[in-house]
Structure formats: structure tokens, C-alpha cells
């Protein structure tokens, strides 16, 4: 069987496996989305979490732990995009340093490509994965990595997504691989910070995830949908960088996170003309978030 998504499907992204006090989603929670009709999901971890060392083994309990939560998504014929949300970084003092709150998310740590995370261990552990997790029908999608940003030259980011989909197809052909851009994703700025991001994948089962936010991208609004001089097609507009680039490059798209604030139903019209856009466009995504919790208690994300 192939595990290749064909059609734009909309779905959520459940946070919790990426932070090193948290874990996945109780079966609860899938029932409460599957009830709601949701079916995908894109699933944060941590390659921290997964891998402890660089080049070492998975680790036996975090495999076991995603294992039983995608298992679980597929007996309730739902499926997931696992997303190393790593930011193109690996972080040796990583259970002490996620603080999140502290401004600094997805800026710590050592770049891909650099001596401390060369290339090849981005590879290593990607084919340790795809070799772990091929065939599971839970799983729908590879997300190699979540929002590369600030990358030493424009080189750096696709010779290492290419260095993780040579990884992967040498042990599983049939998963869809999911490569995110550089400038966090950003689909209002994809032309110009991706401009030279083409992956070959031999078994051309390869998607182009973008991310756009409706306010400066960041996802925070810290103003109002007045101050942003929002309109209506506002997300709609920040897309079409990417969809032009999708077009050109005659390549397959999706966009793993965007999401509004509660604060002001203004922004639902955004969204909703938003998804449209993405669905005229045979364009899948995944909203962020489902659910958030941190030790202190305190979201980072507006609700």
C-alpha cells in the first residue's frame, strides 16, 4: 500500500511530544477529533527525544511511545505526519534549555551542517526512523524538519533535506516526505528564501510545506486585526508566493500550520477564505494547535 495523501485534506496539529516535559495525545483526545471529523494530523517530536545521541540509537521508549499513539490513530482510521520540530537544530543540553516563553524557540542549539550536526546524522537519523516506522498505517507522512530558519548560507538547508530524503528512500519508498522552506517556512516569503529548494526524491512522492500565520507570520498577534490592516484575503494574499512557486516548479504543496486568535471573529473570514484558497488549489494543511499545556501553565500561543 502507498501512503500518499491525494487529495486536500484539512486537519490539526497536536502539540506535546516536542517538549521534553510532555508526550502525545491521550486516546481521549483522538476520539474527541475524530468526532469533530478530523482525521489528520501533523504530530510534533523531538529528535532529542528520539535520538539522545547524535549517530546513536533510537530510543527504545520514545519509539514505543509514538508507535502506540500511531497505532492508535490508525485503528480509528486516522493518520499522522510526524514533524521533527527541530527548526534545523539539535540541542546536546536540550531538557534543560526548552523553556518555552522565553522568546528564543527554534534558535538554540547547532545548526545542521554545521561540525557539532553534520549532514550525514541528520541522514542517520531519518533512516533510522523511515526504517522504524515503514509501513505503519498511521502514518501518512515524513515532516523532516519543522521551520529551518536562519541558516548560514542558502546552500545549507537543501543539501540537508536532501541528505534526509536520500536517507529515508534507502529504506522506504512508499511514505510521502514532507520538505519545509527556509525564513521559518514562510509561505508569503517561500520565492525569495527558497528559491533554490529542489529535492530530488526517486520515488517523486515529495510535498513542499509552507506555514503562514496571518499577522507578521509569527503566529503570536500581538495586535489587533485593526492595527495589522487586515482584510479578508489577507491570508489568502500572504499565500500566493507559494502557490506561484508550487506552479513554476510543477510541484505538490501543503501548509502545515496557520491559525487565528479567539479574540476577534473578524479573523475566522480570514481563515476561512484562507482554506478555500488552499483547497482550490489542491493544497492539504494543518491548523495549529489542538491542544497546549506547559509545566507553568501558561500558553504561549494565544488560545
Known amino acids: 500500500a502507498t501512503h500518499a495523501v491525494t487529495n486536500p485534506i484539512i486537519g490539526i496539529n497536536v502539540s506535546g511530544a516536542e517538549y521534553s516535559w510532555e508526550t502525545y495525545p ?6 474527541y477529533l475524530k468526532s469533530n ?18 549517530y546513536g540509537p533510537l530510543s527504545s521508549t520514545e519509539l514505543g511511545n509514538m508507535n502506540a499513539f ?3 490513530l490508525a485503528a480509528r482510521g486516522m493518520s499522522a505526519i510526524i514533524d521533527m520540530h527541530n527548526y534545523a537544530r539539535y540541542t546536546l543540553n536540550w531538557a534543560t534549555l526548552d523553556n518555552i ?11 545542521i ?12 537519523v531519518w533512516t533510522k526512523l523511515a526504517a522504524a516506522l515503514k509501513g505503519h498505517s498511521g502514518v501518512v507522512g515524513y515532516d523532516i524538519m519543522n521551520e529551518p530558519n536562519t541558516m548560514p548560507n542558502a546552500s545549507v538547508w537543501p543539501t540537508a533535506a536532501q541528505a534526509a530524503v536520500d536517507g529515508i528512500r534507502s529504506v522506504d519508498m512508499n511514505t510521502t516526505i514532507y520538505v519545509e522552506g527556509d525564513n521559518w517556512a514562510s509561505a508569503s516569503r517561500w520565492q525569495t528564501a527558497n528559491a533554490n ?13 509552507a506555514h503562514q500565520y496571518f499577522d507578521d507570520g509569527s503566529g503570536k498577534y500581538t495586535k489587533t486585526y485593526d492595527q495589522y490592516g487586515a482584510t479578508p484575503t489577507r491570508g489568502t494574499d500572504q499565500l500566493q508566493p507559494f502557490l506561484k512557486w508550487l506552479k513554476q516548479n510543477d510541484a505538490k504543496g501543503f501548509v502545515g500550520e496557520f491559525g487565528v ?10 481563515l476561512d477564505n484562507f482554506i478555500a484558497a488552499l483547497v482550490a488549489n489542491n493544497v492539504g494543511g494543518t491548523y495549529w494547535q489542538y491542544n497546549y499545556r506547559t509545566p507553568q501553565g501558561v500558553p504561549w500561543w494565544p488560545n
Do not use: M, N
Open 26 to 31: 491521550t486516546t481521549s483526545d483522538l476520539d
Open 37 to 54: 471529523g478530523i482525521t489528520l494530523l501533523r504530530v510534533p517530536f523531538a529528535w532529542e527525544k528520539i535520538q539522545p545521541t547524535i
Open 70 to 72: 500511531l497505532t492508535a
Open 101 to 111: 516563553g522565553t522568546g528564543t524557540e527554534g534558535t538554540t542549539g547547532s545548526i
Open 113 to 124: 551542517g554545521s561540525a557539532a550536526v553534520p549532514f550525514s546524522s541528520f541522514k542517520d
Open 197 to 209: 529548494l529542489h529535492i530530488v526524491d526517486p520515488a517523486s512522492r515529495l510535498v513542499y510545506e
Open 261 to 270: 486568535p479567539q479574540d476577534d471573529l473578524r479573523w475566522l473570514a480570514v
